[in-house]
């Protein structure tokens, strides 16, 4: 851990309103502010890394909406998941870690494998007894929570269907690599087919490589920095067989994570350049704006969007969804309350600190409520789960969408 | 401190309320101020006012300190406790309680932050003038009793010219009401003033009468370039000698402009020596022909470049060099000292040329943005704690800048209180005379010396 970064924080506060559990506790310790002075004691030796203050810092999203507020460039959610990381790799990685990061996560064959039961689980009407018997019940909380955020799975992942190659829709303009998200893959898989369809209507000729592996997000997570790693020469070797424009991604945790493949890899040009070639979906599509508008049909619907972390606060990205959404027309475009505020799901916290996901998600609900809106937009799978399931359960008239199903739709290609 | 008390605290508000781990302990040690760190002995965050006076009671009968706390975002050290006593956080206080647009009055408890507070009332059309840097976060107690100032200043004043009435809980648990709706008042001692400022010694405010105003209906914002300070110093007074009083009159210096530019690419010019950004409000009318003589002066003074924005995004544009001055220093060294010595706003070039002096002299590196029109500049000194020197060096600087101050007619804080970090400089402003009239004033209020104790002298 670099000290200099933690000294860099001058405790002026501006990123105590931004923060989702300052503003539901106003306790000094769940704010970033605070968390960063945790860290810098435990680095000074002024304090242990006690139960307590692991339990204090676990609090923290990472959602690095304290990013986005610092005046002086501190980025408190990613001090936070950094001291995290590098403490839970000084222990090592204990069996379920090992088995989860390195077995599983790094082989799309093996993960989607996994997945076979829960569909059959769903498919087979087990899921309406199981719930309906409260059998989850008997089963621990997390693993109840775990099953009611899944909503219906594709019948089979998308990697396994899209072709490697989709030409451009008339005259090419150029190449892109298409990353395929994990989680897109498995259960959003119509998303990710609207944004390839979106890219080849635009011109683009969309590669997509069946041996792409997950982004290496969750290892950063799980304490696993050499996993990660790995998962970055897997990917750079893979895309720089191809002569791309973009790497585009629909996921904005991977386009976060795919981003930083320079700073992991430090001194490796190929990394560098492969992160300054990701995209977001909405980058791209919002430089074809021109070309894009005359294609839309109307959409009588009144949308609001959330920002999701990992796009507004990781990649800065604001202005592209809300300018794309207001191309379609007929659409009414509400501005969320708070729409950069995290919804609660933040990787697997929404599992792991069950409690303050949910006060984070009420409240973002009861701003999609004052919005009015019949259409939530939004651009991440994370935000998509937890949303999805909060709204079905409490604004069940309020759809959930990606940014690149509404705009198929409103293109005629969904 | 003793578990006893504490559970006496938690008592009061609730174990969830009270805080006496290491770890929380820790977090509240400190507040904006660098370089300053001192833990209090418990935390506690009241649900209401009487939960505030009752603590206040306990407090005074064990004869344990009590320092009020907003957010924490002070620049002097005043919500420190210093005696390991009891830090009370106001930040569950947060109701607005009433906007009463036929008096114009809005009441607040101290926890409401202040943004949250413009807009509630522009929501209404009305307007509460005082917007401090750190108003997205500042509470409304911490802004009363630092009596706090804003960009917006001008025109419209300070705190202290908008607090019509307090509720206060004494250092005894008693509780003192001054003021109220009524704008005018003359039965015994004006109490407001005299709480205003008072950096949490005199007593700790539970609620807030302020007084609004109208929203303006219009705003033109301009921005001006000058090759030379002293021309930028001259239009300033020639924008009031010409009776415009812009509600917004900021001046940003050098080494600000070149921090900005690298970290904002704004489009200013490296070779001026000072940026003004300018703002008029009220009727359009005014509003317009105050803008064309504003023009005209900037004109006058060798300008090199003068832009009106054209619409509301474009005013923004013009806006955020000033309002990315401070991360764009703020970034280039891990500890920014960032002062507000004020001096009559005549004395502005000379005051820019002293600080320019002082920091050269002691070889640090200050950058002067601030509020031209009032005399309030925030010289910020670029630096690292680490080097020992270094900080030395810049205290030494300070030194000389307050002292250019307080002999130019200017005071030593303008806005951000004396609190543990000015302590040193008061009696050279105000003599052993005042001193001794502020000590009797204190013994009035809190003989015991309970409240915020070693704050102010
Ligand atoms: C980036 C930045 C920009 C700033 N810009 C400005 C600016 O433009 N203008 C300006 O004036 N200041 C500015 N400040 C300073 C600071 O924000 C103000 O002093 C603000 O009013 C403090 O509010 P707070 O809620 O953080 O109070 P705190 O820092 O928590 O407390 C400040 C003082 O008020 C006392 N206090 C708090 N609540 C109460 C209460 N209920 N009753 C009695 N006493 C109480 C405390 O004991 C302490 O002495 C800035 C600070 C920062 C970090």
């Keep these: 851990m670099d000290y200099v970064k933690l000294i860099n924080c001058m405790r002026c506060g501006m990123c105590l309103p931004s923060c989702p559990t300052y503003k539901e506790t106003f306790l000094e310790t769940a704010s970033p502010r605070g968390r960063v002075a945790l860290v810098r004691k435990v680095q000074e030796g002024e304090l242990d890394q006690s139960e307590r203050l692991l339990e204090y810092l676990s609090l923290c999203l990472d959602c690095q909406a304290c990013a986005s507020a610092c005046p002086c460039g501190v980025n408190a959610g990613e001090l936070v998941a950094e001291f995290t990381c590098e403490r839970k790799e000084s222990l090592g990685l204990g069996f379920m870690e090992e088995l989860v990061l390195r077995r599983l996560v790094p082989h799309p064959d093996r993960l989607e494998g996994s997945m076979t039961p829960l569909r059959a689980y769903q498919k087979t009407g087990l899921q309406k007894l199981v719930r309906k018997l409260g059998v989850l019940k008997m089963f621990p909380k997390k693993l109840e929570r775990m099953e009611g955020l899944l909503p219906e799975l594709p019948a089979r992942p998308l990697r396994q269907e899209i072709m490697e190659v989709t030409p451009a829709a008339g005259t090419e303009r150029g190449t892109v690599g298409f990353f395929l998200g994990c989680v897109m893959s498995l259960i959003f898989s119509e ?55 973009f790497i585009v991604t629909d996921c904005g945790g991977c ?42 049909q109307p959409v009588d619907l009144k949308v609001t969007y959330h920002d999701p972390c990992h796009i507004a606060h990781c990649q800065g990205i604001r202005r592209e969804p809300r300018e794309l959404l207001r191309l379609v027309p007929g659409l009414t475009y509400a501005e969320l309350a708070e729409a950069d505020s995290c919804c609660g799901s933040a990787g697997t916290y929404n599992i792991a600190r069950p409690g ?43 759809r959930i969408m990606h940014l690149t199903e509404l705009l198929a739709r409103s293109a005629g290609l969904a | 401190m003793q578990q006893s008390f504490i559970n006496e605290l938690r008592n009061i508000v609730g174990e969830q309320y009270t805080l006496a781990d290491r770890e929380s302990l820790a977090v509240y040690g400190y507040d904006s101020t660098p370089e300053l760190e001192s833990l209090p002995g418990a935390v506690v965050l009241p649900g209401s006012g009487e939960e505030v006076a009752r603590i206040m009671a306990l407090c005074h009968g064990a004869g344990v300190s009590v320092t009020p706390r907003g957010s924490g975002t002070n620049l002097s050290g005043g919500s420190l406790s210093v005696n390991s006593g009891v830090v009370v956080q106001t930040s569950r206080l947060n109701r607005i309680v009433e906007i009463d647009e036929e008096n114009l009055t809005a009441t607040v408890e101290p926890g409401v932050i202040t943004s949250a507070l413009h807009r509630e009332v522009e929501s209404r059309g009305l307007f509460y003038p005082p917007d401090p840097g750190s108003m997205n976060i500042s509470t409304m107690g911490g802004n009363v009793a630092e009596n706090s100032g804003g960009l917006r200043g001008l025109k419209y004043g300070v705190t202290a010219d908008y607090v019509m009435g ?94 900005v530019e690298e970290y904002a690419h704004v489009g200013l010019p490296l070779d001026v020596d ?184």
């Design chain 1, 255 to 296: 386009g976060a994570e795919l981003k930083k493949y320079g700073h992991h890899l430090p001194g490796d040009p190929a990394a560098e350049a492969f992160g300054a070639k990701v995209r977001d979906i909405a980058q791209v599509l919002a430089l074809h704006s021109g070309d894009l508008a005359p294609r839309l």
């Design chain 2, 166 to 259: 307090l509720e206060t809980v004494l250092a005894d648990g008693t509780v003192l009401r001054s003021g109220g709706k009524v704008v005018k008042d003359v039965a015994g001692y004006s109490l407001n003033p005299l709480l205003v400022s008072s950096e949490g010694t005199l007593g700790f405010f539970t609620g807030i009468t302020v007084k609004l105003i109208p929203r303006p209906r219009s705003k033109v914002t301009m921005l001006a370039h000058f090759p030379a300070l002293q021309d930028a110093a001259l239009a300033v007074s020639a924008i009031i000698a010409a009776k415009v009083i812009p509600a917004t009159l900021e001046i940003l210096d050098r080494v600000t402009i070149r921090c």
């Design chain 1, 356 to 398: 303050m996901s949910d006060r984070i998600l009420h409240r973002k609900l009861a701003n999609i409520a004052a919005s009015g809106a019949e259409v939530l937009v939004t651009g991440n799978p994370g935000c998509l789960l937890q949303l999805r399931k909060g709204l079905a359960d409490h604004l069940p008239h309020v």
């Design chain 1, 191 to 245: 998303a990710s087919r609207a944004t390839i369809n979106l890219l080849s209507s635009l011109g683009y000729r969309v590669i997509t490589p069946r041996s792409q592996v997950c982004c290496g997000a969750p290892n950063m997570l799980g304490g696993d920095l050499e996993g990660l790693k790995e998962a970055a020469r897997t990917n750079i070797d893979i895309f720089a067989g191809y002569d791309l424009d």
């Design chain 2, 274 to 457: 000072a940026v003004l950004l300018i703002e008029v409000d009220g009727h359009p009318a005014v509003t317009a022909e105050e803008a064309l003589a504003v023009e005209e002066i900037c004109k006058r003074y060798r300008s090199s470049f003068f832009q009106t924005a054209a619409t509301a995004d474009e005013a923004l544009k013009l806006a955020t060099a000033r309002r990315t001055a401070l991360s764009a220093l703020a970034r280039l060294k891990p500890t920014t000292i960032l002062e507000d010595a004020t001096v009559p706003r005549s004395c502005i070039a000379p005051m820019l040329q002293v600080i320019q002096a002082a920091a050269a002299k002691h070889n640090v590196t200050i950058g002067t943005f601030g509020h031209a029109g009032d005399g309030n500049l925030h010289p910020t000194c670029l630096t690292d704690e680490r080097d020992q020197d270094e900080i030395k060096r810049a205290h030494a600087a300070f030194e000389e800048i307050f002292d250019a101050a307080i002999a130019m007619g200017g005071t030593i804080t303008g806005e951000h209180g004396v609190g543990i970090a000015k302590k040193k400089y008061l009696p050279r402003l105000v003599g052993e005379s005042g001193i001794r009239v502020m000590r009797g004033i204190k013994n009035a209020f809190d003989p015991k010396g309970i409240l915020n104790p070693g704050k102010v002298f």
